[in-house]
């Protein structure tokens, strides 16, 4: 089992840059798929981008590509998504979420821990 604590989020106007944390408790932290997911008020949850558990494969939604970044570093048990070119419409509560698959899953109901969430606002 792992607990997901997300952070990192705020307030940026359009354009601007913020980069989100999510610690994972455990030793085990490196035999799970990482991931970030979005929800916007009134909308579903959904994909952002994936890791793999080495690190070595990412995934990313189409509407981010090209401006986020997602990482991870196992020694501090810890994923990141560097979030740049920010857009009013990536206003939403991120989350992160761990999948214990060895395959990148790009929905949600495949992931098995999840953190608290962190909102981000982009203002226009």
């Known amino acids: 089992q792992v607990q997901l604590v997300d952070s990192g989020g705020g307030l940026v106007q359009a354009g601007g840059s913020l980069s989100l944390s999510c610690a994972a408790s455990?030793?085990?932290?490196?035999?799970?798929?990482m991931g970030w997911f979005r929800q916007a008020p009134g909308k579903e949850r959904e994909f952002v981008a994936a890791?793999?558990?080495?690190?070595?494969?990412?995934y990313y939604a189409d509407s981010v590509k090209g401006r986020f970044t997602i990482s991870r570093d196992n020694a501090k048990n810890t994923v990141y998504l560097q979030m740049n070119s920010l857009k009013p419409e990536d206003t939403a509560v991120y989350y992160c979420?761990?999948?214990?698959?060895?395959?990148?899953?790009?929905?949600?109901?495949?992931?098995?821990?999840w953190g608290q969430g962190t909102q981000v606002t982009v203002s226009s």
């Open positions: 890791i793999k558990q080495n690190g070595r494969s990412t």
């Open positions: 979420a761990a999948d214990t698959s060895w395959v990148i899953q790009t929905t949600a109901n495949e992931y098995d821990y």
């Open positions: 455990g030793r085990t932290f490196s035999s799970y798929a």
